[in-house]
């Protein structure tokens, strides 16, 4: 008894004091996570190239292996393949739970093949990072087409399942701008997948497959110039209408600027940013201010944005930015979710002191969640983000604002290319491919965070109950879910989200039926949120007022 109180007594102050625990133990423990693991990889990335022929042997020869013991029907090759990749180490909200599958050892498929000028192409694995690509790729003059802000996010990851960028409205995703995929197939064969060779209908299956068509074991995307900075110019806007028909004015131009985003801060009150390439000569030339916006005394990214709210109506505010800072400029604040773990994040004696430990390893954070966290992140928390019809914008802002007032949100533009896969136009799904690309203005909006019910302190707040609305709202039009975020859909509604026809074709084609998982299987959370749905319907009408949220889950 003694023993129990004093337990309680404990996790009463940790809660009460919870932003000194996080700067006291969690965010040393974090940053001395991430040191650990860069010592442990900087050998095998620096030789990496020169191994990949064996590592590629190595997983050919384990799948085959399990292949024959399935044909006999050994036991141990009945359960489904998967990668060896630790779940904590995925930027996604699940920990999946690996258990009951037979694992293929591939976490070391990191190397950064080679690139080719000529081309225009850059030869990668699959768990390949985008910081250490982005890295690499400066050193040259070169950057990918498309970069996703967060520097532990690997390549093959964004293709196989989803990455958006603020270029998106150009190059359309991520997986728009891979040119080649080699595959492992279900029976160990090495498959070289192109839009235009005699794997081209796999070619169209395998973004957003997750793994479930074949193991990815090499990519090849587009690459371009890098230019040394990004000429940024600032707009506030004050109605909701505004921005949203100025974001459209903007990306439906014949010439739309490089890079579009915007930050809503309110519902009537967002931030409007366009990024233009600009060359060191023309960056001299601009005589304007250069910011560093990545360096560790800074304010955070999206912070420094609301500060130009203050501009006024009509208003705007250009600066450069040195191109690798622009790139990464939201992984510092964990897209813009620091603040709700670590208020004091972006106070200058903060920053001046340990902004250098920023931002929290991800997977130090994943991987020491108590277990009895998870239901607070399905039940008190947002980690949701939508794409949909670029039209809709306004009624998607106002959705999330009447069901959720959570801000800031982030919203990007992007351009869906339709090739007859899982991702269709509205209207297409469901019909066969045609044969000819379509092209769409789709709008992207995400919303991370305590919802205000919650922070008030409202413990019946129907938080799985709202999320499907949103889901449902996005699937009526023609929109689709982020699958690194927590998937509330039912697997029907799953499947009339996302045309499965091609993929499919390409279980049968490739005999992977049965080695490996199913999409709606690999995105589920590992906690059925559907199970509270019951409860939150009783809680219809009724509201209890406890103790604030204080913090945001990972």
């Not at 955070?300 to 705007?316: A, D, N, T």
């Not at 939201?330 to 902004?355: K, V």
């Not at 607070?376 to 959720?404: L, S």
Request: proline share 5%; with cysteine.
């Amino acid at each position: 008894m003694i023993l129990h109180r004093a337990v309680e007594a404990a996790r009463r102050w940790a809660d009460a004091h919870r932003e000194l625990v996080i700067i006291s133990v969690a965010l040393p423990l974090s940053t001395a996570a991430t040191a650990w693991q860069n010592i442990k990889s900087l050998g095998a990335k620096r030789s990496a190239p020169e191994g990949h022929d064996a590592r590629l042997a190595r997983v050919q020869a384990e799948v085959k292996r399990y292949a024959e013991a399935r044909r006999r029907g050994e036991a141990w090759a009945q359960k489904p393949l998967r990668t060896d990749r630790k779940p904590a180490a995925s930027l996604n909200t699940r920990i999946a739970d690996k258990s009951a599958s037979q694992t293929v050892r591939m976490s070391d498929l990191t190397a950064i093949l080679g690139v080719d000028r000529r081309k225009g192409i850059v030869r990668l694995e699959p768990f390949a990072t985008v910081g250490d690509v982005a890295k690499h790729l400066d050193q040259i003059g070169l950057q990918l087409e498309a970069t996703i802000e967060m520097k532990d996010a690997t390549l093959g990851g964004l293709v196989m399942a989803l990455g958006m960028t603020t270029h998106s409205h150009v190059c359309g995703l991520v997986h728009d701008t891979v040119t080649a995929y080699e595959i492992v197939t279900a029976r160990g064969d090495l498959v070289r997948a192109t839009a235009d060779n005699e794997h081209a209908d796999l070619f169209r299956a395998l973004p957003w497959s997750h793994g479930t068509l074949g193991l990815l074991v090499g990519l090849e995307m587009r690459v371009i110039p890098a230019a040394a900075h990004v000429r940024m110019v600032y707009r506030p806007f004050y109605s909701l209408q505004a921005y949203t028909d100025e974001y459209q004015r903007l990306v439906r131009q014949d010439e739309p600027p490089h890079f579009v985003e915007t930050i809503i801060f309110g519902k009537d009150r967002a931030v409007i940013m366009e990024g233009h390439l600009a060359r060191e000569g023309e960056a001299q030339a601009s005589m304007l201010p250069v910011n560093p916006v990545n360096r560790s005394y800074k304010p955070l990214f999206y912070k420094h944005v609301e500060s130009m709210l203050e501009l006024g109506e009509g208003e705007r505010y250009e600066e450069l930015l040195p191109m690798q800072d622009y790139l990464m400029r939201h992984d510092r604040s964990m897209c813009m979710c620091l603040a709700q773990i670590l208020p004091t994040a972006n106070e200058p004696w903060f920053r001046y002191t340990m902004g250098w430990m920023l931002p929290p390893n991800t997977t130090f954070l994943k991987g020491t969640r108590p277990a009895a966290e998870r239901e607070n992140t399905i039940r008190k928390q947002v980690w949701q983000e939508y794409a949909f019809p670029a039209e809709h914008f306004a009624e998607m802002v106002a959705q999330v604002h009447d069901d959720f007032e959570i801000y800031p949100l982030l919203a990007y533009p992007c351009k869906v290319i339709d090739k007859g896969g899982m991702v269709r136009l509205p209207g297409n799904r469901g019909t066969p491919y045609s044969g000819r690309t379509e092209t769409a203005a789709f709008l992207d909006i995400g919303v991370y965070g305590f919802p205000q019910r919650v922070k008030d302190g409202d413990e019946q707040y129907p938080a799985v109950t709202k999320v499907r609305a949103l889901e449902q709202k996005a699937r009526s039009l023609g929109g689709f879910l982020h699958t690194y975020c927590d998937v509330f859909s039912t697997e029907e509604e799953f499947l009339e989200m996302f045309d499965h026809a091609l993929w499919r074709q390409m279980r049968e084609r490739y005999q992977a039926e049965g080695t490996f998982p199913t999409i709606y299987q690999k995105v589920k959370p590992e906690m059925d949120p559907l199970q509270f749905l019951a409860q939150e319907a009783a809680w219809e009408g009724t509201s209890v007022r406890s103790r604030p949220a204080e913090t945001l889950s990972f």
